[in-house]
């Protein structure tokens, strides 16, 4: 059957950056979409960032306005959504594995509905490998048109063609999608999208588009909603989100909207992902003085050498983020900083790296994201050529992560004895006999409990014992 090729990626198209106002779509399901799904099923396998997840919540949202129930068994799905993300190759891989996967289900079933979705098919070399060899994927779109979710659906359908609509644009804004959100007591709220920091070996500038902020009265609406609806905790979600507001031409900006969040009466407020560049003064006091901003940043450095956060694009030097780093434990004393950190990019020294390992020593990250560099295509770090093996680049990934696993336990003795207050995620992965939550400093803490009732509640466990990665503790009654 011969495809409908709506719009094919381009990334050149993608990187361009023009002075336009942003348009925000508000959703509206119309009639002809409303019965599409009736007696039928659907699944999302979610990859990647949380702004994947939130993504996934909308389209979840959209299916079940549309009136299809959530499988339990997503190979007997009657339509299964990959959301999927480009960040990484090994990311990349694990979904071409799960295709392979639903290829004989789909052999089996041919009215299965196969879609794929997310920053991969932004990539024109992803969604050219689809088109070639893919050819039971039924469905291919980006980023930018989660709206249009139900005519895709419907075209899929019907035309029993291949559906290929992936916008390589600024981006817009999303208001009034429907949600179907995984956690009844957490939240994620986006509060910007995009990326305008081109850091050299990212792809998210042009798979997520420019910055751009919605509007502040929708997102204090948003969380106004969800405190009247019980939730305790959201996190706000952007690509940078420090730079939340700095398109809207206006004098307020993230730490303006933090306090303003403060006031509607949520428990707990968190945020990622920041970039060191962007974090000001005025955000930094705002977590200081607002109550319900937690004690905790997740706050990329990726390098401590200066040669290597050049290359990077990154902006910041070695030294301006320890000088942040000062800023932030001044005002925020007890502040646990978390991190990402990429070795091996391309002809790093063992000298650079060196000075990697320094600046962990300085900080003492309470844990991190570590990777070896992975090649985005497209993006100008994939270009250059590298004289390091990768068997060096896995020596030095071993040796920092034994350097950050040392800080992590340190980060979570720092708590032993202390009461603290932990919001109750569920039970125990390891121990039905434990459930298990987090502090406020986002300390993962097991405790033994049966009280299933405690589920969504803020609770006070006593810490008394520190793992590497976990706290133990014991409940303590009020």
């Known amino acids: 059957m011969k495809d409908v090729k709506i719009s094919l990626p381009d990334l050149l198209k993608a990187r361009n950056r023009k002075q336009e106002e942003t348009?925000?779509?508000?959703?509206?399901?119309?009639?002809?979409?409303?019965?599409?799904g009736k007696d039928k099923t659907y699944y999302i396998f979610t990859y990647g960032c949380q702004g994947n997840e939130a993504d996934s919540e909308v389209m979840a949202g959209i299916f079940e306005k549309m009136g299809y129930v959530k499988a339990t068994d997503p190979y007997l799905s009657d339509?299964?959504?990959?959301?999927?993300?480009?960040?990484?190759?090994?990311?990349?891989?694990?979904?071409?594995?799960?295709?392979?996967?639903?290829?004989?289900?789909?052999?089996?079933?041919?009215?299965?509905?196969?879609?794929?979705?997310?920053?991969?098919?932004?990539?024109?070399?992803?969604?050219?490998?689809?088109?070639?060899?893919?050819?039971?994927?039924?469905?291919?779109?980006?980023?930018?048109?989660?709206?249009?979710?139900?005519?895709?659906?419907?075209?899929?359908?019907?035309?029993?063609?291949?559906?290929?609509?992936?916008?390589?644009?600024?981006?817009?804004?999303?208001?009034?999608?429907?949600?179907?959100?995984?956690h009844k007591h957490k939240a994620w709220v986006n509060i910007m999208y995009g990326c305008d920091e081109f850091c050299t070996y990212c792809i998210v500038p042009y798979t997520r588009g420019k910055e751009r902020s919605r509007a502040k009265e929708d997102i204090i609406k948003e969380v106004s909603d969800l405190v009247k609806q019980g939730y305790i905790e959201v996190t706000l979600l952007g690509q940078n989100v420090n730079a939340y507001g700095k398109d809207l031409g206006e004098d307020y900006t993230f730490g303006d909207l933090l306090c303003d969040l403060d006031?509607?009466?949520?428990?707990?407020?968190?945020?990622?992902?920041?970039?060191?560049?962007?974090?000001?003064?005025?955000?930094?006091?705002?977590?200081a003085t607002c109550k319900s901003v937690m004690p905790q940043l997740h706050l990329p450095v990726q390098s401590g050498d200066d040669n290597i956060l050049k290359k990077m694009n990154r902006k910041y030097t070695h030294q301006m983020y320890l000088d942040l780093v000062k800023t932030l434990k001044e005002y925020i004393p007890d502040i646990a900083l978390t991190t990402d950190i990429i070795v091996g990019f391309p002809?790093?020294?063992?000298?650079?790296?060196?000075?990697?390992?320094?600046?962990?020593?300085?900080?003492?990250?309470?844990?991190?994201?570590?990777?070896?560099?992975?090649?985005?295509?497209?993006?100008?770090?994939a270009k250059l050529k590298d004289d390091v093996s990768l068997e060096e680049k896995h020596r030095r990934l071993d040796e920092l992560n034994v350097l950050v696993d040392k800080y992590y336990k340190e980060g979570n003795l720092k708590h032993l004895g202390n009461v603290e207050e932990i919001l109750v995620d569920g039970v125990s992965k390891n121990n039905p006999d434990y459930?298990?939550?987090?502090?406020?400093?986002?300390?993962?803490?097991?405790?033994?409990?049966?009280?299933?009732?405690?589920?969504?509640?803020?609770?006070n466990v006593k810490i008394t014992e520190a793992k590497t990665w976990f706290q133990m503790g014991e409940l303590v009654d009020e």
Request: charged share 25%.
């Open 79 to 182: 339509v299964v959504i990959l959301n999927t993300c480009a960040i990484r190759e090994n990311a990349e891989n694990r979904i071409w594995g799960v295709l392979g996967n639903l290829k004989g289900v789909k052999r089996e079933n041919p009215d299965m509905l196969i879609g794929i979705c997310g920053c991969m098919p932004q990539e024109e070399k992803t969604t050219n490998r689809l088109l070639e060899s893919y050819p039971f994927v039924d469905l291919i779109f980006g980023t930018h048109n989660i709206y249009n979710l139900p005519k895709l659906i419907k075209e899929a359908y019907f035309t029993k063609a291949k559906v290929v609509e992936v916008l390589s644009c600024q981006g817009g804004i999303l208001e009034d999608a429907p949600k179907h959100r995984e």
């Open 435 to 459: 459930l298990c939550g987090y502090s406020k400093h986002l300390k993962l803490v097991n405790f033994k409990s049966s009280d299933h009732s405690l589920i969504g509640k803020l609770v």
């Open 263 to 287: 006031k509607t009466g949520i428990k707990r407020i968190r945020y990622t992902t920041s970039h060191p560049r962007d974090l000001d003064l005025k955000t930094i006091k705002a977590m």
């Open 347 to 381: 002809n790093e020294t063992e000298e650079e790296f060196q000075n990697t390992l320094k600046l962990v020593e300085e900080v003492k990250f309470e844990g991190a994201f570590t990777f070896i560099y992975s090649p985005r295509e497209g993006t100008p770090a």
């Open 23 to 36: 348009k925000t779509i508000h959703f509206s399901l119309a009639k002809e979409y409303e019965n599409l």
